[in-house]
């Protein structure tokens, strides 16, 4: 267990990588780009986002926050890119953003359904029926700054309802 700091000035300085799109939520730490610690919570992201930031910012000092910013749930990525737009805001901060698929091996995200969401040429669509399973999502050992962007704003595949 690491030792949690309440000055400010004494917490490890990292980098925050959040992967909300669907349960499990993921929350990485990285430190001059090496995964230190990853955070893991089942639920629904309006549920468990929250505290799991709480907790991430009174444990460490976050200088960038780096997101997948869809596709997977449409409310989980909304939730998302609020939270981690107003940690961006709140603390001065950078916030990144990149599709989600550079987190499970470019394999297909559940949809709706029997559907999916696949990555092919560059491009992402819907499949309606799945011929290949989703793959679960995980944080990298170290952090590749280069698959983000500034563009940080949530990539909804599905219109809004």
Known sequence: MQKVSH?????????????????PILAAIYEEGECIE??????????????LLHEVLYS??????Y????????MAIK?????????SSA???????TDAFAFN?????????????????GSIRIEPDCAEE???????????RSLFSERSEPLYVLPAV
């Open 7 to 23: 000055s400010p000035n004494d917490r490890p300085e990292v980098e925050l990588l959040l992967i909300a799109v669907t349960s």
């Open 38 to 51: 990853i955070y893991r919570r089942e639920g629904k992201c309006s549920e468990v986002l929250p505290p």
């Open 60 to 65: 460490y000092r976050v200088k960038a926050v």
């Open 67 to 74: 997101y997948a910013n869809g596709p997977g749930s449409f």
């Open 79 to 87: 939730i998302a890119y609020v939270m981690a737009k107003t940690v």
């Open 91 to 97: 603390l001065d901060i950078p916030l990144y953003g």
């Open 105 to 121: 091996g470019g394999r297909p995200i559940k949809a709706i359904g029997k559907s999916c969401f696949v990555k092919k040429d």
């Open 134 to 144: 989703a793959a679960p999502f995980s944080a990298p050992e170290r952090l590749d």
